[in-house]
């Protein structure tokens, strides 16, 4: 799936987020030479067509006191595992939830689901709600707690600012 230039131009000028001004969507079509109509619509399309996932406010969770953040990983049943995974990313406290091949005999985990709190103790009571959710399907898990931040940016497109 290619972009054209004004698309490409579009997700270069918002890839770091929105302008924080009034009318943000006349802003970033001031930028790239288009109307704030056509961005708008733009942005609908690239969003249907899934070039973009969504447009949403990103909160820094450190500052709001969620200090605790553990990778909670399930060794949970293949063939219910897409399912499963979609339900428990569905969670709101979940911020982001990945099915991945697991590399056995030292990993045996498939699900990935991103949990965050203010202690520890949180994000535990948290992993609870997920494997009452994943039930007889899932073998075993663990937490991975974050430690430091290493890199906290998505894909970025040559060009953006």
């Not at 004004?6 to 109307?35: H, S, W």
């Not at 499963?84 to 911020?95: K, T, Y």
């Not at 202690?119 to 399907?137: C, Q, T, Y």
């Amino acid at each position: 799936m290619s972009l054209d230039p004004a698309d490409r131009a579009i997700v270069a000028e918002t890839q770091a987020g929105l302008p924080l001004v009034a009318e943000p969507y006349a802003a970033v079509a001031a930028r790239v030479g288009l109307t704030e109509a056509e961005v708008i619509a733009r942005m609908r399309e690239m969003c249907r067509r899934g070039v973009i996932r969504r447009v949403a406010a990103a909160p820094n969770h450190y500052r709001l006191g969620l200090t605790a953040n553990g990778m909670t990983v399930w060794d949970v049943d293949d063939a219910a595992a897409a399912d499963l995974g979609a339900r428990v990313g569905a969670l709101d406290f979940v911020s982001h939830c990945y099915l991945r091949p697991r590399a056995r005999p030292l990993w045996p985990y498939n699900l990935f689901a991103m949990v965050h709190g203010v202690s520890p103790d949180e994000v535990e009571a948290k992993r609870g709600e997920i494997a009452g959710l994943l039930g007889d399907a899932c073998r075993a898990s663990d937490t991975l707690y974050s430690k430091r931040i290493l890199k906290k940016t998505g894909l970025r497109l040559a060009g953006g600012r």
